[in-house]
């Protein structure tokens, strides 16, 4: 029998492929397994780092991510509350120091911030440009305000229960409640727990 040449047309060639740090998020990738239940809330996380989501109102939202290990910045708090008239000189001393990553961040591994934009939320305090602090660990429970990714759009709504209903509720007259059924996807990111909103 005669000897066989292997195909030398396989293989590696120098040049091709990607070119390292050429993915849509400027580094090198790798590739891991996961329950395929995950898999939804990890595309959605992923495609929010790449871009910026619509919402149904047509206005769109920012993702950030607070750092893994956040640096301590302590400020002085001060004892008296701020009052709209005079202020007493007596309140005039520091009972002690406060750092916003402990105030706003109570886990800062299940924690992210979204910018919110357009007017549905209004009278749940939440304007255009505020940064919402979202908890993935919490349970989206009926009355809380929650973050979630709905037909692949990112929105803000107060999750409702009737009955065996839910829905998403806007908290201004002027947009309507999304009412939740199967045709819908939906994934919930988490729970706002605050609510930074710039004067």
Known sequence: MPKT???RRGGQRPGAGRKKGSSAYGE??????????????VKALLDARKRR?????????????PAPTPTLVALPLFTGKVAAG?????????????DLNELLIQKPAATFFVRAQ??????????????????????????????CALNGELTVKRLERDGEQWRLKA????????????????????VVTSVIHPV
């Open 53 to 65: 989501f619509e919402q149904p109102d047509g206005s769109s939202a920012t993702i950030f991510f």
């Open 86 to 98: 005079f202020p007493s000189p007596a309140d005039d001393y520091v009972e002690k120091t406060l």
């Open 28 to 41: 090198a990738t790798r590739a891991i397994r996961l329950p395929e239940s995950l898999l939804p809330g």
């Open 171 to 190: 908290e201004s007259s002027d947009y309507p409640d999304i009412v939740l059924h199967e045709e819908l996807d939906l994934v919930i990111w988490g």
């Open 5 to 7: 040449t292997p195909d």
């Open 118 to 147: 357009g007017e549905s939320m209004l009278d749940a305090g939440i304007h255009p440009n505020d940064i919402l602090v979202v908890d993935r660990s919490l349970e989206p429970v009926p009355g809380k305000i929650v973050i």
